[in-house]
Every structure is written in structure tokens, then in C-alpha cells.
């Protein structure tokens, strides 16, 4: 494990709170074996993928059912002790982490897909099935769930963050493809909102305001999706380009003509080199597009067309297709790998992540820059994109040890974010807020409206035991 | 104007409060000829499309910009008087009466399209901009905007019940397709929620908060919302069949497999009988379907060769085309007139209507008993559904001045709501709880999930100022 990492505007936000003793003999009454305050526990639930390092949570309650997490929760509420959902660990912005301390409710135990109602194209699952787990168990119904953030997240953490990732151009994100949950409030209590209808009015949206709400708000115990048919068919192709612009002009164009496409995404000549290394590749080392076309043979074809001929105009080299799934598998896995691999190219470094999002037409103007400027700044960096969104992120490599680099490198995050947010963009389309963007989020939608989220916070949960320090300052 | 109906389980929200004659000054020497005390404007702005009339607003205040917005808020908030936003009055659940008194605050004067980013796919409005003059503001660009719920709605009204309508099952309701908004708070202060970027995860989602909250926790004074490239085809069809079952039947097929399609509409033989007496039309009087395919010609090809071979299997009869966009507005002209023509079929009558939308696949157990007993009922009824979506509508056409029918009309109306949440739907698919779904709203999410509104309500609106006694008790 890397050496702890701090970062100056965390500091307001970390002050722990006590854990009376008399709270842990409750929990270790009522949950006997799954409770856990081992250390290599603790730790382990007190990390993630962010370059964040803090005080590990004093106990681990692992959930099997919804009764579990509000029996957990009640007793927590009792001792106003902060408790934070755990799913695979794989949040990049430091929403796990026990920042006021507390305990981590872990909710990997609840792993049931709880109903597959493939003749209304939804499937209800407990929060800690991963993505692989729910379309392994929906694949002989011919649908699928296309929500892909890369990471095997839990189909809880991603409700939680928002998420989106590859398939986001065409599918929606989280946003859109939640229908219904149960969520256990602040007070323990079991609620539900939404039903699996396609659509409806029936008062405040508490659906939505859930997503992404980041485990502030209350924790879900079931999540209702939506499925989609398999398509008939489905094209991978790679498209290389001698300039990062072309690639990126490319995207623009294809997304401003309407092309449904289902998979667009930008990867830039250093990242290529990168996954080479990483996944045995010999993609050509320029600028590359990874896109994927999903409909009726027909469909897919045209779709194709159009897009030979927008990335023709770009001076995109030919493409190479990718037509079997094994095929199609080991290029997504590629890309998928690309953080892993980012990681790994520099020994002993943390990533400092960047997820901006901007209107489309001004992706150029918010990408290009910043990759130049991350070249220049020496620092090692990766860079992806979902840029069929207008979303793309850079890691910027750092030596956890040498805060000058740490500093440089916030330095660049801080520049990006304020191009995107200039453009009308947002600081994160679908890693969350968590520590690392609060101080961005009150840039990018003003001091009023965060005032709104906290009011609702304090609202629902007036104690703050809800994964407290996330999001914005209380 | 037809006589006051007034419903049993309205009274208790029904309690006027004092406007102080203080703030009636205060506005007229803010807002001069932007005020109106005149009896007929304000019961103008007192009833809308439900069956309910109670005493209208005390004043009526024209805001011509977001400031006149802020301060009239600010105004009413110092008095504690209710605000209540008035678009162009077509809600259709008594969204806009004035049951605590108050100010009615109309904002169909804030009428400017304010940026249109065809690059984008995205516009910018004020909230009084209707979806007809949105859709001409932006013809020019090749874009359109697709939500469209019958009546010529403001965008503002459409994103406060967060509606729907025919092009929903395609392209999403106003859930899906609000990008970002700037609201005034109850407390009169200007905020915005989210960016044009088209993803995001940064904070609580406040826009789907906003959107559907009936005007009961801020009031929208700029809506962004997305545009789509007009198809490049477009086909639309009517197909009758001798069975209502056989037209439900064909449409859960549609959707159980996949075809995207654009719009698919059901009729019943008695509203097909209505709809060609009122718009001297000659449609085959059985149930009917009215279908549109968007798409490239190709594409739309294959929709309509999957439809057809669906249809055959279900004995429809044969497609009626409306290929020439002369056609196609004059059949969708008369599906939107289907509400004013049951209306108008019953001289003098007002009409109750039901909005229940479920799961695909129970469409037809909620929507065939829910026909048998409304002919069974005697009374005069009509039945449109946006059934891609599962979602119909009944309106049963009562004699306001027959109790008994009234009570019948609500007994019905009872009985396909429970019918609905059964099987896993909701009492409102798109025209929201306003007065007259408030004890549904309860049923269908529980009391637990309608005290976290009312909790953020609470938070946000202290004074229960904005639209007070709407969506739930306070």
C-alpha cells in the first residue's frame, strides 16, 4: 500500500467523532460474526481508488439483508456515529473513507438479484451484485444492462455515484436507468420510492435525488433497473488518428449528426502507448477512437457508413474492426484496463483523477488544452475519454512522497476544471463529488445551490451520521 | 363556465389565509400594471382543466423576468402568503387553485427562447415559452423539441408536473430531458441546478428534484432542456383491430421487443367515435392504434416490417399510412383533440381523468377491466393511452351537478388505481398529484417516502409558502 496522502482542503472535514464502546458491544450483539473490528478489516474498508489516506472506520458491519442495515443504522443513530456504505471499494474520489470516523456498513453480502422481470425489461437487485454478476444472470433472457463504469462496481455504488462510463452515449447513465429503490433513511427506516412503471409523476423525484446522492442521504438496500434487448447486431472498430484534434473533432460530429452510436471513446497516443505495455497490444500509438455500433444489421451498418465518412473527413486511418466477441471482449478489456494500466505504468505512484464533462461542441476546446498542458507540466499522466459525452478524465501520475509533484498536479486539475466549467460544463460527470471535488462543486453551481443540498441533508438527516464530510461542509 | 365541483377529500387543504391588504400595496407599487386585482383575471388564474373550483387567487402578478419572480416571492415570504406559478393553465389536476388563497404568479409573459445551441442539441427557455413555440423558435436548425402531452403546455408547467405525452416512449419525458435549471427559491433567492454538459455527477441531483415538484419547492424562471435531430423519416399508421385486447396485446409485443418505436397510441372504439365526430374524420370505429416510426428509411423499414408482422399476429387490420406531413398533423391533431372532444361529447359535462401507467407487460390487466367497467358504469367516458409507456388515461365525463355520478366517476377512478399500484404501477404517469392524487400518492409510495417529501418541503419552504396544499398535506 502507498504512503498516506493528505490533501490541504480535506483537513476542515476530518475530525472524528467518538464510537462509544457501548456501541460496538450493541452491534456485536445484534450481528455477532458479522462484525468485524479487525484491523486488516478496517483498513480495507477504509480506502479506496482516491490518493486520500485516512483513519480506517472503528468497526465493519456486513449486511446480509435490508433488516441488517437498519438495525445497523438505528444503533449508529442511537450514538449519533457516522456510518458509511461499502460496495467493492472502487469509488475514485474518497467517498468511502471514514473522514469523521464511524463505522463502514458493508453491503457486499447482499448479493441477490431479486427479481428479473424480463417481460417489462427491469430487474430489481440488492445493492452489493456487481455489473458482471447482473448480466451474467440476466444473459439467457436476451437483455442486457449496459451501464459499464469499467470498474466490476456494485450495482449500488454506482447508483450512489451517478456513474455512467462507456455505454452512457446511448443508454443513459444511472440518472436514467434507476427506476425504483429501497432505501433505509437516517433513521433507520425502510422506504420506498419509485415503481417499475416506465415513468411517472407522483410527487418529488426521490428516485433521482438518491442517485448520486453518495450515501448521504440514506442507503439503498434494493435497486430497480432497466434491461434492454441484446442488439441484433454489434460492430467494434478502432479508428486512429496522426491528431488528437481529429479524433475529437471526429466525436463532435458524429454526436451532432445524431448517430446513435453505443460506444464512443477517445484514448490519446500516450495512453495507447500505455495499454500496449499493459494488455500485449499493437494498437497503432496515435490518437484513437474506440466505437461500437449496436441495432438491426441494417441499423449498424448505417451507422458505419456515416461515421467512415465523418472520420474520412478527419484524416482517421482505416478501421480495423473487431467483429467477433472475443474479439470485441479483449478491446474493451484493453480500455477497461486503461486506469490499471495508467497506475501501473509509473511504479509506486497514486492517480489524481479528473472527470470533467462539457457540452459537446465545446469538447475540443476543454480537451486539447488540458492535454497539452499535462504534457508540458513533465508530470506522467493518462487520459480517456467518454467523449461521446463530452466526458473525459485524466490521471495524472504522482509520487505520493514528493508534494511539490501533488501540488502541480492539483494545480492542472484546478485548471481543467475551471476551462470546463467555463464552458458550461460540470467538474464531474460521473465519479461523484466526494472529498476531492466539494470545493468545485460550490464553483461550478454556486453557494445558493449547495446551500439547497444542504438544507435537504440537514432535513433528512439531522444528526449527520449519514457518510458525513462528502459532498459539501456541514 | 360549468358549476363548482367541489371533492370530499379536497376540504381539509381547503383554508384560505389572510392576505394582508399591506402586501397588495407592496406588489402594485413594485409591479404597477404587472398586478391585477380584477375579479376576471383572478378567476382566470383560480381554475384550470380538473373538476374542482374553489375561490381564486386575491391578486394575479405578471412577471416579465426572473427578477419580477424574486421579488414577488420575496414580497409574499415577508407576509407568508402562498405563491402559486400559473403557466397556461392547463394542468389538469387542480395544480394551479388557489385552496390556501394567496397570489397567482403567472409567468406566461416570460415567453423568450434565450439560447438555442444547436451544436449542442440543447435550448435554453423561459418558463412561459410553449412547446409549439419552442419546437417553430428552433425548425430552422434541423432540431426539434420532442415532448408533447396533447395540450400546447408551457415548458415551465411541463417540467413542474415533469409530463410526458405521445413521443415518450421514444425520446424519455421531461425527467430525461431537462438538462439544467435556474429556480427561485421560496425564499426569493436565484439559483441554478446543473450545467448543459449532458451527464453529471456533482451534488444532489436538484433539477429532477425540481422537476415534477409541482411548483411546491422553487419556481423555474430559465429551463434548459434537449433537442433531437428531426428524423430523417418519418411514417406514421393507424391499424384497427376488433379487440381492445388484441390492440394491447400488439403494443406490449412492440415493446417487450424492442422496436424504438416513436409513438404508439391507443384508442378505444367509443373515443374513435368521439374523435371522428368532433374532427369529421371517417377512422374505422374499433381500437385503433396510431403509430409513428422515426428514423433513417432503412430504419424505419424495419420498424414498420416488425410492426406489421406483430399486427398480422393479433388481426389487426390493415395499416392506414399518413406518409406526407399534411396527414400525419392532421391524425395527430386529432389525437390531441381526443381530451376536448370527450369533453365536448357530453354538453355541460366536467372531466374526470385517470392517468395510470404500469409495467409493460400488466398493461393489459390494468387497462382492459379498467374499459369494462367505465362501459359498465353508464357513464359516458372516453380512453387514450401513450400505451408504449403502459400509461392511459380514462376520463369519465361527469354531470358536475350529479353527486352520485361524481361519486361513481371517483369509485372507478379508485378501482383503476388500485388496479394499477398492484401490479406494480402509479396512480400518475404524467399529470402529477396536484389535488386530486393525494391519497393515492400515499398508497402507491407509503407514508414513509411522503414524510421525506414533506420533510424537504419543510426544509426548503418553511412557510409553506410556494403552492401550498398541493402534492400532500402539510
Known amino acids: 500500500m502507498n504512503a498516506p496522502l493528505t490533501s490541504g482542503h480535506l483537513l476542515p472535514h476530518t475530525h472524528p467523532r467518538d464510537v462509544p464502546a457501548a456501541l460496538i458491544d450493541a452491534l456485536r450483539q445484534r450481528f455477532g460474526a458479522q462484525l468485524s473490528t479487525a484491523q486488516v478489516v478496517r483498513e480495507q474498508h477504509g480506502r479506496d481508488e482516491s490518493a486520500f489516506s485516512v483513519a480506517p472506520p472503528e468497526a465493519v458491519v456486513f449486511a446480509e439483508c435490508t433488516q441488517d442495515v437498519s438495525d445497523a443504522v438505528k444503533l449508529a443513530a ?102 425504483a429503490l429501497e432505501v433505509v433513511t437516517a433513521q433507520g427506516e425502510v422506504i420506498r420510492t419509485g415503481t417499475r ?45 496522426d491528431s488528437l484534434a481529429d479524433a475529437v473533432n471526429t466525436t463532435i460530429q458524429i454526436i451532432q449528426m445524431g448517430v446513435p452510436i453505443a460506444r464512443c471513446e477517445l484514448l490519446d497516443a500516450t495512453t495507447v502507448r500505455i495499454v500496449n505495455g499493459y494488455s500485449k497490444l499493437k494498437l497503432r500509438e496515435g490518437a484513437m477512437l474506440l466505437m461500437e455500433f449496436h441495432g438491426s444489421p441494417a441499423g449498424v451498418q448505417e451507422q458505419v457508413d456515416t461515421v467512415q465518412a465523418i472520420t474520412d473527413e478527419h484524416h482517421g486511418h482505416a478501421f480495423e474492426w473487431a467483429q467477433t466477441p472475443e474479439e470485441r471482449t479483449r478491446l474493451w478489456t484493453a480500455r477497461h484496463n486503461a486506469y490499471f494500466a495508467g497506475v501501473q505504468s509509473v511504479p509506486g505512484c497514486r492517480a489524481i483523477t479528473t472527470d470533467a464533462c462539457v457540452p459537446i461542441s465545446r469538447l475540443a476546446d476543454a480537451l486539447l488544452d488540458s492535454v497539452t498542458e499535462a504534457q508540458q507540466s513533465g508530470i506522467p499522466y493518462f487520459m480517456v475519454g467518454h467523449v461521446g459525452d463530452g466526458n473525459f478524465h485524466m490521471g495524472y501520475l504522482i509520487d505520493p512522497d514528493n508534494p511539490e509533484q501533488r501540488d502541480a498536479a492539483e494545480a492542472l486539475n484546478h ?59 456541514l
Chains 1, 2 share one sequence.
Open 415 to 473: 485548471q481543467l476544471v475551471a476551462r470546463a466549467l467555463a464552458l458550461g460544463g460540470t467538474c464531474t460527470g460521473e465519479h461523484g463529488v466526494g472529498l476531492h471535488k466539494m470545493g468545485f462543486l460550490v464553483e461550478e453551481t454556486g453557494a445558493g445551490a449547495v446551500a439547497m443540498m444542504r438544507a435537504i441533508k440537514n432535513a433528512l438527516d439531522p444528526d449527520n451520521i449519514l457518510n458525513p464530510g462528502k459532498i459539501f461542509a
Open 197 to 241: 412503471a416506465k415513468k411517472s409523476s407522483a410527487g418529488y423525484d426521490l428516485t433521482r435525488l438518491m442517485v448520486g446522492s453518495e450515501g448521504t442521504l440514506g442507503i439503498m438496500t434494493e435497486i430497480t433497473v432497466k434491461l434492454y434487448p441484446l442488439p441484433e447486431a454489434v460492430m467494434a472498430a478502432i479508428v486512429s488518428f
Open 78 to 179: 442511537q450514538f449519533k456515529v457516522p456510518v458509511i456504505p461499502f460496495g467493492v471499494g472502487s469509488s475514485l474520489e474518497g467517498h468511502l473513507l471514514a473522514v469523521q470516523g464511524g463505522i463502514s456498513l458493508d453491503v457486499s453480502r447482499m448479493n441477490q438479484v431479486l427479481a428479473i422481470a424480463a417481460c417489462d425489461l427491469t430487474v430489481t437487485v440488492q445493492p452489493g451484485v456487481t455489473r458482471t454478476q447482473l448480466n451474467a444472470a440476466v444473459k439467457s433472457t436476451g437483455l442486457f444492462f449496459p451501464i459499464d463504469p469499467g470498474a466490476d462496481a456494485s450495482i449500488g455504488g454506482m447508483a450512489a455515484t451517478r456513474a455512467s462510463g462507456t455505454n452512457a452515449v446511448r443508454y443513459g447513465t444511472m440518472r436514467e436507468n434507476v427506476l
